[in-house]
Every structure is written in structure tokens, then in C-alpha cells.
């Protein structure tokens, strides 16, 4: 039921920031999609099911061309969402950071988590400065004996 809220909060929040014909500051249109899951470590879609990202791994996923976002989008919006492993609350603290699969990983994170939580989500725009199709999802904790974390990625819109 937690989850179902928290699910149904997200996507109001997202709604109401897509704001379709707005344009950012290299005059690129934001282009809304109807809400699609592109990435779920939990149910398999874009990767293998039930697989937790482990300390320090990093994992390549492809968002052109799924869900709407066309090959040559500028940008993605995304509402990224990290899990406990089975649902339960995380043990240790950690982040993921969701950057571009052609570019150096950046020294920011896109969302933070500590102890006892069980999910935790951000929005983020995810520019695509470098030919590649895909995106790079960190995950780093503060502990070497951190039980992993699912990550679930759902784009809501482009720029282009």
C-alpha cells in the first residue's frame, strides 16, 4: 500500500512540473511522454529481474529510444526511485548517480539514501552530451557489507 502511494505522489509531482512547450536554456523543447517505466532492476525490464546493484557497480541501460524519448532527444526527464533489497529497509547509507553511459562518471549524485528507508525517489534531467544511447546508474554505500538496492527508472519526457 506504501509503495501504491508513494508510486501515485511521484507521478502527480511529475505531472504538474511537465509543462509541455516550455524550453530550456539551449532552446530545446521539453516534449511530455505518458509515464513509462523504462528501468526496473526489481521486475527485469531493461535488465536482468530480482538484480541488486552491488557496492561500487555500475550498470548500463538504454533510455533513446524507449518510452517515447527519440534517438536524438537532448535530454530525458526521469523520475529515478532506489528500493530496498525485497522490499526491505535499506541497512546502510549510500547514493545513485544516473549520468550519460558516453561521459565521465559526475562527482554529484542523483539521489541519497540512509538507513531504515525503504524507497527514496528523485526527478532528475538526464542530458545526452555524447552519442551513446544509454545511461550509467552508479550505486555506492558507506558500508562493504551493504546488502544491495534495486533501482527503477521511469521517464515522463525529453528535451530536443
Known sequence: MGRQILGI???LMLLSMSIPGSADAAGKRFNRVKPCRAISSLGGIGGQANHLLARNESRWYHLRGKCGVPSDASAVAVNVTMVGANGEPTDHSGY??????GLA???????NF????HAVANSAIIPFKSNKTQ?????AYASDNATGVHVIVDVFGYFK
Open 9 to 11: 505522489l511521484s507521478a
Open 96 to 101: 545513485l548517480t544516473v549520468f550519460d553511459a
Open 105 to 111: 562518471q559526475p562527482g554529484v549524485s542523483t539521489l
Open 114 to 117: 540512509r538507513p531504515g528507508q
Open 135 to 139: 545511461v550509467k546508474v552508479f550505486a
